[in-house]
Protein backbone atom coordinates (compact mmCIF):
# COMPACT_ATOMS: atom_id res chain seq x y z
CA UNK A 1 0.00 0.00 0.00
CA UNK A 2 1.39 3.39 -0.69
CA UNK A 3 0.22 5.89 2.29
CA UNK A 4 -1.19 9.52 0.90
CA UNK A 5 -3.13 10.29 -1.98
CA UNK A 6 -2.32 9.27 -5.76
CA UNK A 7 -4.52 10.26 -8.48
CA UNK A 8 -5.20 7.26 -11.25
CA UNK A 9 -7.39 6.70 -14.51
CA UNK A 10 -7.30 2.87 -13.94
CA UNK A 11 -10.33 2.42 -11.69
CA UNK A 12 -13.12 -0.05 -13.04
CA UNK A 13 -16.91 1.65 -12.11
CA UNK A 14 -18.19 -2.03 -12.52
CA UNK A 15 -15.99 -3.47 -9.55
CA UNK A 16 -17.39 -2.65 -5.99
CA UNK A 17 -16.34 -1.19 -2.88
CA UNK A 18 -13.54 1.63 -1.96
CA UNK A 19 -14.33 5.22 -0.91
CA UNK A 20 -16.45 7.77 -2.78
CA UNK A 21 -16.98 11.59 -2.61
CA UNK A 22 -20.57 12.98 -3.86
CA UNK A 23 -20.69 16.79 -4.89
CA UNK A 24 -23.25 18.53 -6.02
CA UNK A 25 -23.96 22.59 -7.22
CA UNK A 26 -23.97 22.67 -2.91
CA UNK A 27 -20.57 21.42 -2.77
CA UNK A 28 -19.60 18.09 -1.49
CA UNK A 29 -21.11 15.72 0.76
CA UNK A 30 -20.07 15.46 4.55
CA UNK A 31 -20.60 14.28 7.73
CA UNK A 32 -18.70 14.23 11.25
CA UNK A 33 -15.94 12.24 9.69
CA UNK A 34 -15.68 14.02 6.83
CA UNK A 35 -16.59 13.94 2.87
CA UNK A 36 -15.20 10.61 2.46
CA UNK A 37 -18.10 7.87 2.56
CA UNK A 38 -18.19 4.04 2.19
CA UNK A 39 -19.22 3.75 -1.67
CA UNK A 40 -21.51 1.51 -1.41
CA UNK A 41 -23.20 2.81 1.30
CA UNK A 42 -22.97 6.46 -0.10
CA UNK A 43 -24.76 4.96 -3.85
CA UNK A 44 -27.69 3.12 -1.25
CA UNK A 45 -28.18 6.63 -0.59
CA UNK A 46 -31.39 8.76 -2.43
CA UNK A 47 -28.71 10.63 -4.41
CA UNK A 48 -29.41 11.88 -8.45
CA UNK A 49 -26.36 10.34 -9.84
CA UNK A 50 -25.25 12.11 -13.15
CA UNK A 51 -22.33 10.18 -13.49
CA UNK A 52 -19.40 8.12 -11.37
CA UNK A 53 -15.24 8.35 -12.21
CA UNK A 54 -12.75 6.54 -9.86
CA UNK A 55 -9.94 9.49 -9.59
CA UNK A 56 -7.10 7.67 -7.49
CA UNK A 57 -6.30 5.96 -4.04
CA UNK A 58 -5.76 7.41 -0.65
CA UNK A 59 -3.52 5.06 1.90
CA UNK A 60 -3.97 2.28 -1.18
CA UNK A 61 -7.85 2.16 -1.28
CA UNK A 62 -9.82 3.24 -4.39
CA UNK A 63 -11.58 6.24 -4.36
CA UNK A 64 -14.92 7.65 -6.78
CA UNK A 65 -16.60 10.77 -7.27
CA UNK A 66 -20.01 10.76 -7.61
CA UNK A 67 -21.19 13.86 -9.40
CA UNK A 68 -24.40 14.75 -8.86
CA UNK A 69 -27.55 15.93 -10.83
CA UNK A 70 -28.48 18.36 -7.57
CA UNK A 71 -28.12 18.32 -3.89
CA UNK A 72 -30.35 16.12 -1.40
CA UNK A 73 -31.08 15.56 1.68
CA UNK A 74 -28.86 12.29 3.18
CA UNK A 75 -29.33 11.95 7.03
CA UNK A 76 -26.99 13.09 9.32
CA UNK A 77 -24.74 14.83 6.44
CA UNK A 78 -24.89 18.45 5.14
CA UNK A 79 -23.70 20.07 2.19
CA UNK A 80 -20.05 22.58 1.96
CA UNK A 81 -18.42 24.21 -1.17
CA UNK A 82 -14.61 23.45 -1.67
CA UNK A 83 -13.48 26.67 -0.23
CA UNK A 84 -14.41 25.34 3.13
CA UNK A 85 -12.61 22.52 3.14
CA UNK A 86 -9.76 25.02 2.25
CA UNK A 87 -9.79 26.29 5.04
CA UNK A 88 -10.22 24.24 7.46
CA UNK A 89 -9.89 20.66 7.76
CA UNK A 90 -7.35 17.81 6.46
CA UNK A 91 -5.05 19.11 3.98
CA UNK A 92 -5.25 15.68 2.22
CA UNK A 93 -8.75 15.63 2.01
CA UNK A 94 -8.83 18.62 0.80
CA UNK A 95 -6.74 17.51 -2.07
CA UNK A 96 -8.72 14.61 -3.17
CA UNK A 97 -11.70 17.10 -3.07
CA UNK A 98 -10.14 19.68 -5.20
CA UNK A 99 -8.99 17.04 -7.75
CA UNK A 100 -12.11 15.51 -7.95
CA UNK A 101 -14.23 18.76 -8.63
CA UNK A 102 -11.64 19.64 -11.09
CA UNK A 103 -12.17 16.11 -12.53
CA UNK A 104 -16.03 16.31 -12.54
CA UNK A 105 -16.45 20.28 -13.96
CA UNK A 106 -14.00 18.97 -17.12
CA UNK A 107 -16.24 15.79 -17.60
CA UNK A 108 -19.25 17.49 -17.21
CA UNK A 109 -18.23 20.70 -19.37
CA UNK A 110 -16.63 18.00 -22.60
CA UNK A 111 -19.21 16.03 -23.27
CA UNK A 112 -19.61 16.99 -26.50
CA UNK A 113 -16.93 17.86 -29.47
CA UNK A 114 -16.03 21.34 -29.70
CA UNK A 115 -15.14 20.60 -33.19
CA UNK A 116 -18.37 18.96 -34.65
CA UNK A 117 -20.47 19.21 -31.78
CA UNK A 118 -21.12 15.00 -31.73
CA UNK A 119 -21.16 13.09 -28.27
CA UNK A 120 -17.43 12.15 -27.03
CA UNK A 121 -16.41 9.25 -25.22
CA UNK A 122 -14.33 8.94 -21.83
CA UNK A 123 -10.83 7.23 -23.10
CA UNK A 124 -10.29 4.22 -21.34
CA UNK A 125 -6.83 4.06 -19.11
CA UNK A 126 -6.32 8.04 -20.15
CA UNK A 127 -8.16 10.91 -18.32
CA UNK A 128 -9.65 12.56 -22.15
CA UNK A 129 -12.55 12.81 -23.71
CA UNK A 130 -12.68 11.61 -27.37
CA UNK A 131 -14.15 12.45 -30.45
CA UNK A 132 -13.92 9.80 -33.07
CA UNK A 133 -15.28 11.55 -36.24
CA UNK A 134 -12.45 14.27 -35.46
CA UNK A 135 -9.68 12.25 -33.87
CA UNK A 136 -9.59 15.32 -31.08
CA UNK A 137 -8.78 14.52 -27.53
CA UNK A 138 -9.76 16.61 -24.91
CA UNK A 139 -7.82 16.73 -21.38
CA UNK A 140 -8.77 18.58 -17.92
CA UNK A 141 -8.47 22.27 -18.64
CA UNK A 142 -5.75 24.22 -16.49
CA UNK A 143 -5.31 27.80 -16.57
CA UNK A 144 -1.83 29.23 -15.95
CA UNK A 145 -2.31 32.30 -13.76
CA UNK A 146 0.76 34.22 -12.54
CA UNK A 147 0.78 35.62 -8.55
CA UNK A 148 3.04 37.75 -7.54
CA UNK A 149 4.64 39.70 -4.69
CA UNK A 150 5.85 43.21 -5.72
CA UNK A 151 8.02 44.88 -3.00
CA UNK A 152 10.11 47.78 -2.02
CA UNK A 153 12.50 47.15 0.50
CA UNK A 154 10.06 46.71 3.86
CA UNK A 155 6.84 47.28 1.96
CA UNK A 156 4.77 45.47 -0.35
CA UNK A 157 2.41 45.91 -2.85
CA UNK A 158 -1.10 44.63 -1.94
CA UNK A 159 -4.38 45.27 -3.37
CA UNK A 160 -7.92 44.17 -3.13
CA UNK A 161 -10.46 42.79 -5.61
CA UNK A 162 -14.41 44.03 -4.76
CA UNK A 163 -14.58 40.06 -4.98
CA UNK A 164 -12.66 39.83 -1.47
CA UNK A 165 -13.84 39.68 1.99
CA UNK A 166 -14.16 43.15 3.26
CA UNK A 167 -11.01 44.59 4.41
CA UNK A 168 -8.25 41.82 3.09
CA UNK A 169 -6.04 42.69 0.25
CA UNK A 170 -3.76 40.18 -1.49
CA UNK A 171 -1.20 39.61 -4.21
CA UNK A 172 -1.86 40.77 -7.57
CA UNK A 173 -2.38 38.26 -9.74
CA UNK A 174 -3.96 37.32 -13.42
CA UNK A 175 -4.77 34.52 -16.00
CA UNK A 176 -1.83 34.41 -19.25
CA UNK A 177 -3.14 34.73 -22.32
CA UNK A 178 -1.60 33.32 -25.39
CA UNK A 179 1.13 34.41 -26.55
CA UNK A 180 2.85 35.07 -23.34
CA UNK A 181 5.52 33.87 -21.24
CA UNK A 182 5.00 33.85 -17.51
CA UNK A 183 7.04 37.01 -17.35
CA UNK A 184 5.43 38.49 -19.95
CA UNK A 185 2.09 38.02 -18.26
CA UNK A 186 3.24 39.17 -14.98
CA UNK A 187 4.74 42.47 -16.19
CA UNK A 188 1.56 42.83 -18.12
CA UNK A 189 -0.63 41.96 -15.18
CA UNK A 190 0.96 44.24 -12.95
CA UNK A 191 0.83 47.44 -14.98
CA UNK A 192 -2.62 46.82 -15.81
CA UNK A 193 -4.07 46.26 -12.53
CA UNK A 194 -1.53 49.01 -10.67
CA UNK A 195 0.06 50.76 -13.68
CA UNK A 196 3.23 49.69 -11.75
CA UNK A 197 6.71 48.28 -13.18
CA UNK A 198 8.55 45.15 -12.05
CA UNK A 199 12.30 43.98 -12.01
CA UNK A 200 14.36 40.70 -11.02
CA UNK A 201 11.82 38.84 -11.32
CA UNK A 202 12.21 35.37 -9.41
CA UNK A 203 10.10 32.54 -9.71
CA UNK A 204 9.14 30.90 -5.87
CA UNK A 205 6.99 27.56 -6.40
CA UNK A 206 3.37 26.91 -7.67
CA UNK A 207 -0.21 25.59 -6.26
CA UNK A 208 -2.78 23.97 -7.94
CA UNK A 209 -6.36 26.03 -7.46
CA UNK A 210 -9.11 24.17 -8.57
CA UNK A 211 -11.09 27.22 -8.37
CA UNK A 212 -12.41 26.06 -10.94
CA UNK A 213 -8.79 24.80 -12.84
CA UNK A 214 -6.05 27.61 -12.08
CA UNK A 215 -2.74 26.41 -11.42
CA UNK A 216 -0.68 29.33 -9.84
CA UNK A 217 2.71 30.29 -10.81
CA UNK A 218 4.57 32.39 -7.77
CA UNK A 219 7.09 35.20 -8.09
CA UNK A 220 8.71 37.76 -5.75
CA UNK A 221 9.44 40.91 -7.91
CA UNK A 222 11.11 44.29 -6.85
CA UNK A 223 9.49 47.46 -7.56
CA UNK A 224 10.88 49.57 -10.77
CA UNK A 225 8.63 52.34 -10.97
CA UNK A 226 5.23 54.19 -11.58
CA UNK A 227 2.53 55.35 -8.86
CA UNK A 228 -0.04 53.06 -7.96
CA UNK A 229 -3.05 54.00 -9.85
CA UNK A 230 -5.98 51.10 -9.50
CA UNK A 231 -7.54 49.60 -12.23
CA UNK A 232 -11.37 50.31 -12.65
CA UNK A 233 -13.80 47.93 -11.45
CA UNK A 234 -10.77 44.88 -10.82
CA UNK A 235 -8.59 46.77 -8.33
CA UNK A 236 -11.17 48.59 -5.72
CA UNK A 237 -7.73 49.37 -3.66
CA UNK A 238 -4.05 49.17 -4.21
CA UNK A 239 -1.45 50.35 -1.49
CA UNK A 240 2.07 50.19 -0.24
CA UNK A 241 2.15 48.35 3.32
CA UNK A 242 4.90 48.23 5.81
CA UNK A 243 5.76 44.62 6.46
CA UNK A 244 5.22 45.81 10.35
CA UNK A 245 1.63 46.66 9.71
CA UNK A 246 -0.12 44.21 7.17
CA UNK A 247 -3.67 44.39 6.79
CA UNK A 248 -5.97 41.27 6.67
CA UNK A 249 -4.24 38.56 4.72
CA UNK A 250 -5.78 35.37 2.21
CA UNK A 251 -5.74 32.01 3.75
CA UNK A 252 -3.11 30.57 5.50
CA UNK A 253 -3.24 27.77 2.45
CA UNK A 254 -3.01 30.17 -0.52
CA UNK A 255 0.06 30.75 -2.60
CA UNK A 256 -0.56 34.46 -1.86
CA UNK A 257 -0.52 33.93 1.42
CA UNK A 258 3.14 32.11 1.40
CA UNK A 259 4.48 34.56 -0.76
CA UNK A 260 3.67 37.38 1.69
CA UNK A 261 4.36 35.27 4.89
CA UNK A 262 8.01 34.09 3.02
CA UNK A 263 8.83 37.84 2.06
CA UNK A 264 8.24 38.82 5.62
CA UNK A 265 9.95 36.22 7.30
CA UNK A 266 13.21 36.62 5.09
CA UNK A 267 13.22 40.33 5.85
CA UNK A 268 13.09 39.44 9.80
CA UNK A 269 15.00 36.49 9.86
CA UNK A 270 12.46 34.26 10.86
CA UNK A 271 11.90 30.79 9.92
CA UNK A 272 10.30 30.31 6.82
CA UNK A 273 7.10 29.06 6.11
CA UNK A 274 6.08 25.90 3.80
CA UNK A 275 4.33 26.41 1.01
CA UNK A 276 1.10 24.02 0.62
CA UNK A 277 0.86 21.82 -2.13
N1 LIG B 1 -4.08 30.69 -4.64
C1 LIG B 1 -4.01 31.99 -4.41
O1 LIG B 1 -3.33 32.42 -3.48
C2 LIG B 1 -4.72 32.97 -5.29
C3 LIG B 1 -5.36 32.54 -6.44
N2 LIG B 1 -5.95 33.44 -7.29
C4 LIG B 1 -6.56 32.91 -8.50
O2 LIG B 1 -5.84 33.38 -9.61
C5 LIG B 1 -6.68 33.40 -10.74
C6 LIG B 1 -6.49 34.69 -11.49
O3 LIG B 1 -6.75 35.79 -10.67
P1 LIG B 1 -7.65 37.04 -11.11
O4 LIG B 1 -7.05 38.23 -10.51
O5 LIG B 1 -9.08 36.75 -10.81
O6 LIG B 1 -7.46 37.03 -12.70
P2 LIG B 1 -7.41 38.23 -13.75
O7 LIG B 1 -6.71 39.41 -13.18
O8 LIG B 1 -6.90 37.65 -15.03
O9 LIG B 1 -8.93 38.68 -13.92
C7 LIG B 1 -10.04 37.80 -13.89
C8 LIG B 1 -10.75 37.91 -15.22
O10 LIG B 1 -10.05 37.13 -16.16
C9 LIG B 1 -10.95 36.53 -17.08
N3 LIG B 1 -10.76 35.07 -17.03
C10 LIG B 1 -11.40 34.15 -16.29
N4 LIG B 1 -10.92 32.92 -16.52
C11 LIG B 1 -9.94 33.06 -17.43
C12 LIG B 1 -9.06 32.15 -18.08
N5 LIG B 1 -9.09 30.82 -17.78
N6 LIG B 1 -8.17 32.64 -18.93
C13 LIG B 1 -8.11 33.95 -19.20
N7 LIG B 1 -8.92 34.87 -18.63
C14 LIG B 1 -9.82 34.42 -17.76
C15 LIG B 1 -12.34 36.94 -16.65
O11 LIG B 1 -12.70 38.06 -17.40
C16 LIG B 1 -12.15 37.33 -15.20
O12 LIG B 1 -13.08 38.27 -14.76
C17 LIG B 1 -8.10 33.15 -10.23
O13 LIG B 1 -8.40 31.77 -10.46
C18 LIG B 1 -7.98 33.37 -8.74
O14 LIG B 1 -8.88 32.59 -8.01
C19 LIG B 1 -5.90 34.78 -7.07
C20 LIG B 1 -5.29 35.26 -5.93
C21 LIG B 1 -4.72 34.40 -4.94
MG1 LIG C 1 -6.17 39.93 -11.25
ZN1 LIG D 1 -15.78 16.01 -33.30
Redesign the pocket.
Known amino acids: MTPGWITTTLLDNDTPGGLAVARSRDGFLHDANGPLFPREWLKRQDLSVFAEHGIGHLDGEPVYLLELNAASAVPGCSWQGLRGFLLQGDHTVYKVLGYAAQIGTWAREHRFCGSCGQAMVQVPRERAMFCEACDLRSYPRI ?1 P ?1 M ?1 VLVTRGDEVLLAR ?1 PRFVPGVY ?8 PGESAEDCLIR ?1 VRE ?1 VQVEVRNIQYMGS ?1 C ?1 P ?1 P ?2 M ?1 LGFHAEYAGGDIVPQAD ?1 IEDAQWFNIHDLPPL ?1 ASR ?4 YLIDLYVARRLGHAEPVLPG
Open positions: SSISSTLAGFAEEEQWFHSMEPSIAR
